[in-house]
C-alpha cells in the first residue's frame, strides 16, 4: 500500500489562492486481464498526444471516422478564440453512427431499452432497425415538417430509444437538434425553444418514472405558450407514443398542430433518404447549460472536431469495443447522454443500453438486475447514483452475477470513501475506473486516467486525457505549481475538437465566459494566449492529477448538473409577494450540492408557510423538480455591501453552518447575525472550515 499522509494544514496562501488539505490517496491498478483487452496500452500515447505533436495528433481521433472529404487544416486559429477543426473536411454524423456499420454488424443491437416497469420487455434495436427508422423519421422531417439544414429543432423526450432516433435523424439532414432534459418543464422548455429559434416541438406522450405514467405531453403546451411570448411559433409538434398506438396522456392534441409521429409515419414507410454531406464545422447540436449569469447559454458544437473527440475519446478512454454491452445511466437530455451514449458508443458500433427510470425502482437491487440480464460490461455513472445506491442497498451488487471491466465516474467530485464503495463493491474489485472531468462545453472528457495505463487515485479525476494541456491559474494570472497544495482555477491551455464553436447567437458571451480572464493578448492568433477558462476550482498533485473542487461561479452543481442561482432566483422574483431572492448551495448527503432559497417578502406581506411552498412550486414549475430548494428561509433582510452586491458567500456559510469570516465591511452586519439564528437555531456554533467550493462560492470579493 502507498503512504497515506496527512497533508499540512499549514499552506502558504495569498488573496489570490486557497489553501486546501486533504490525504492523499493510495494508487490502485488495473489489472493484467482489463490491460489485455484494451483499446490504449501503449504508453507512447503520451508522446503521441503531446504538445511537439498538436494540433495534428488529433488525426488520430478523425481518422476512427469515415469522411466523405477529407480536410486540409486540421486547426485554423485565424479568428481566436473561435477555433475550426478539420476545416475543409466534409462527413455526416448519421452516416458514422449507423450506415457505416451495416456491414459488419447489421443484426447487432445499436440500443438496448430497458423500461421502468419490470412486467414490460426488454426492446433490442439492431443497427438495421435503426438505420430503417432513422431514415423514414428524416424523410417526415424534410418532407411533412419541412425541416431543412440548418434549422433548429427542439427535442423534449424523456429516455425512450425513439430519441437517439430522433436526434441521428436531424444528424442526417444537417439540421441541428436542441434536446431539452425531459425532467425540465415546459417553461424552461419554452425559453429554450425561443432562444435557438425552433419552430418545430418533438415531444413524447408519457414515460415512466418510479412507478408512475407522467403526462409529459402537458409540458409542450406550457412551452409553446412561453416561446409565443418570447417572440417564436412554433408550428407543429409531433408526438411519440411512449406505447405504440396507444396515447397516454390526458392533454389533448390540437389538430392542424399535433400530430402522432407513429400514425404520421406510416406514409414514409421504407423511404431512404441520403445522408447530407456537412462541413466538419457545420452545428450539429446545441445543448443549454447554466452560465453565471440568468440566462441559459445554448453550447453550439460542430460536427466533425465534436465527433472525432467523443468516438477518440470512447475508444480510448471508456475502452468501447463493438463486442461490449455497454451503459451510461446518465440521460440524453445532458451532455454526457448525449456523447457517451449516441454519438460516441455507436460511432463505435457499440451495444448502448437506455434505461428509461429511476435506478432504485422497484428497489436497490434493479440496476445490478440490469446488468446482470443484458450482460453489461461497461458501466457510466454519477456520484450521486453512486451514492445513492450505496445507501439504499450496500450489499445489494453482491447478490447479482454481473462483471463489469469498466466504469466511469462523471458530474461531481467523488469522495474518496464512495469511490472505495464503487470499486470493491460495485465493481467487484475487478473493473478499472475513470473519473472523467469535463463540462457541457467540452463535448468530451478533459481530465481523466488512461485506464490500461495510469493508476488510478480515489477522489482525482486524473491528468488531462490525450491532447488536453490543463494548468491552473490563481487570481493574479501565476500558474500554480504541481504539488503546492493550493487551489486555483483549472484552465486549458490549448483548443482541443471537442469544444464548443461559440454560444448560440452570442459570440461577446463566449469570448466573455470563457476566455477573457486568462487570455494574454486579445489580438493574438496564437492559441498558446487564450488558455481556456472552465470555472470550477482545482489543485494539481505532485503527480500531476487533478483534484477538482467545484464551481468557482454562481452556479450550483445538484446531482452532477449545473443550475444557474440567477435563474432560480428569477424564478422566485416572478411571485408578486418576493422582494429579493438568494440562491446558495447546501450540501446534501445523496447529491452533493442543493439549492437553498432565501427571500425578503415585498412591503405589507407577512411571512407565512404557504409562501415559502409558493417558492418552491414556482420554482418547480419555471425550472423542473431538480431545482427544488431543500429549504426556503424568509429573512427581514439581506446581508448586503455597501455597493448593495448581495452577499451570497454569507448565506452559503449560514446554510451550511460554516463560520461566516469577515462582515464588518458589509452595509448590515447585524442581518447576518439574525438570519444565522434563524436559520441555525440560537447559540449554535460555527464550524470553522468547510468544502472549497462553498468557501469560493459567489467569487472572490
Ligand atoms: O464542476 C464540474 C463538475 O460538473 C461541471 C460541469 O457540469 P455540466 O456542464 O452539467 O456537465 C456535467 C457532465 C460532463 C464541472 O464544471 N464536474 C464534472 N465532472 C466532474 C466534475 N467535478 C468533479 N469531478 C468530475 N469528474
Redesign the pocket.
Known amino acids: 500500500m502507498a503512504d497515506i499522509r496527512e497533508k499540512s494544514n499549514a499552506v502558504e496562501t495569498s488573496n489570490a489562492q486557497i489553501a486546501v488539505h486533504w490525504r492523499e490517496e493510495e494508487y490502485f491498478y488495473p489489472s493484467p486481464k482489463f490491460i489485455g483487452q484494451a483499446n490504449l496500452t501503449d504508453p507512447a500515447v503520451t508522446e503521441r498526444f503531446s504538445e511537439e505533436h498538436f494540433p495534428e495528433c488529433f488525426k488520430e481521433y478523425a481518422d476512427m471516422l469515415s469522411w466523405d472529404q477529407y480536410w486540409h487544416t486540421t486547426l485554423d486559429t485565424n479568428d481566436p478564440p473561435f477555433w475550426k477543426w478539420f476545416v475543409g473536411g466534409k462527413l455526416n454524423a448519421c452516416y458514422n453512427c449507423v450506415d457505416r456499420h451495416l456491414d459488419e454488424y447489421k443484426n447487432k443491437a445499436a440500443l438496448i431499452f430497458v423500461p421502468e416497469p419490470e412486467r414490460e420487455p426488454v426492446v433490442s434495436v439492431t443497427y438495421q432497425e435503426l438505420y430503417v427508422r432513422v431514415n423514414e423519421l428524416a424523410a417526415l422531417l424534410r418532407d411533412f415538417a419541412g425541416l431543412k439544414t440548418g434549422d433548429r429543432v427542439t427535442i423534449h423526450m424523456p429516455m425512450i430509444p425513439e430519441l437517439p432516433v430522433t436526434m441521428l435523424a436531424c444528424a442526417r439532414l444537417g439540421v441541428i437538434h436542441s434536446v431539452v432534459f425531459g425532467g425540465f418543464s415546459g417553461e424552461a422548455c419554452g425559453r429554450r425553444i425561443a432562444d435557438s429559434g425552433s419552430r418545430i416541438l418533438i415531444t413524447a406522450d408519457s414515460y415512466y418514472r418510479n412507478g408512475k405514467l407522467m403526462d409529459h405531453k402537458a409540458n409542450a403546451e406550457i412551452a409553446l405558450e412561453v416561446a409565443q411570448q418570447e417572440g417564436q411559433a412554433v408550428d407543429k409538434v409531433l408526438v411519440w407514443k411512449r406505447h405504440r398506438g396507444q396515447y397516454g396522456s390526458a392533454t389533448p392534441m390540437v389538430p392542424g398542430r399535433d400530430f402522432f409521429l407513429d400514425e404520421e409515419l406510416l406514409k414514409f414507410s421504407g423511404e431512404l433518404v441520403e445522408p447530407v454531406s456537412m462541413d466538419a464545422e457545420a452545428p450539429l447540436f446545441l445543448m443549454y447549460?447554466s452560465g453565471s449569469t440568468g440566462k441559459p447559454k445554448g453550447c453550439q458544437h460542430r460536427t466533425g472536431g465534436y465527433l472525432a473527440y467523443v468516438a477518440g475519446t470512447s475508444k480510448y478512454l471508456q475502452d468501447i469495443h463493438p463486442t461490449d454491452v455497454y451503459w451510461c445511466m446518465a440521460d440524453i437530455g445532458?451532455?454526457?447522454g448525449h456523447s457517451y451514449i449516441v454519438y460516441g458508443p455507436l460511432s463505435l458500433a457499440a451495444t448502448s443500453v437506455l434505461y428509461e427510470g429511476v435506478p432504485t425502482f422497484p428497489d436497490a437491487g434493479r440496476v445490478w438486475r440490469i446488468a446482470e440480464r443484458l450482460d453489461v460490461n461497461i458501466f457510466h455513472t454519477s456520484p450521486t447514483a453512486i451514492r445513492m445506491l450505496r445507501k439504499s442497498g450496500p450489499d445489494e451488487p453482491k447478490k447479482y452475477n454481473y462483471h463489469f471491466k469498466h466504469m466511469t465516474?462523471?458530474?461531481?467530485?467523488i469522495e474518496p470513501e464512495v469511490w472505495r464503495w464503487y470499486h470493491d463493491t460495485v465493481g467487484k474489485g475487478e473493473a478499472v475506473i475513470v473519473?472523467?472531468?469535463?463540462?457541457?462545453e467540452n463535448g468530451g472528457f478533459l481530465c481523466t486516467t488512461k485506464p490500461a495505463i495510469d493508476p488510478m487515485k480515489p477522489g482525482s479525476?486524473g491528468p488531462g486525457a490525450p491532447g488536453i494541456y490543463p494548468t491552473i491559474f490563481d487570481e493574479d494570472n501565476q500558474e500554480v505549481t504541481a504539488g503546492s497544495g493550493k487551489a486555483g482555477n483549472i484552465c486549458i491551455r490549448n483548443p482541443w475538437p471537442g469544444i464548443m464553436q461559440t454560444i448560440w447567437g452570442d459570440r461577446d458571451r463566449f469570448v466573455e465566459q470563457y476566455y477573457r480572464k486568462y487570455c494574454k493578448d486579445p489580438k493574438s492568433k496564437d492559441w498558446h494566449d487564450w488558455p481556456y477558462f472552465?470555472?470550477?476550482g482545482a489543485v494539481l498533485a505532485a503527480d500531476g492529477y487533478l483534484r477538482?473542487l467545484?464551481?468557482v461561479d454562481d452556479v450550483i452543481?445538484v446531482a452532477?448538473?449545473?443550475l444557474g442561482t440567477k435563474e432560480i432566483e428569477s424564478a422566485c422574483l416572478t411571485l408578486p409577494e418576493i422582494a429579493e431572492a438568494a440562491v446558495v448551495p447546501v450540501v446534501d448527503e445523496i447529491k452533493g450540492r442543493v439549492p437553498e432559497v432565501y427571500v425578503s417578502l415585498a412591503p405589507g406581506v407577512k411571512a407565512s408557510p404557504e409562501i415559502a411552498d409558493k417558492v418552491t412550486k414556482t420554482i418547480e414549475t419555471i425550472i423542473g423538480k431538480i431545482a427544488r430548494p431543500k429549504r426556503v428561509h424568509i429573512v427581514p433582510d439581506m446581508p448586503k455591501t455597501r455597493s448593495g452586491k448581495l452577499m451570497r458567500r454569507v448565506l452559503a456559510a449560514i446554510s451550511n453552518n460554516l463560520s461566516t469570516g469577515d462582515i464588518t465591511t458589509l452595509a448590515n452586519p447585524d442581518v447576518v447575525e439574525s438570519v444565522r439564528e434563524m436559520v441555525q437555531g440560537k447559540g449554535a456554533v460555527a464550524v470553522k472550515d468547510g468544502p472549497d467550493d462553498l468557501k469560493q462560492f459567489g467569487g472572490v470579493d
Not at 465516474?409 to 467530485?413: F, I, N, S, Y
Open positions: 447549460t445532458w451532455i454526457t465516474t462523471v458530474g461531481e467530485p473519473d472523467t472531468w469535463w463540462q457541457t479525476a472552465a470555472a470550477d477538482i467545484g464551481r452543481n452532477g448538473h449545473r
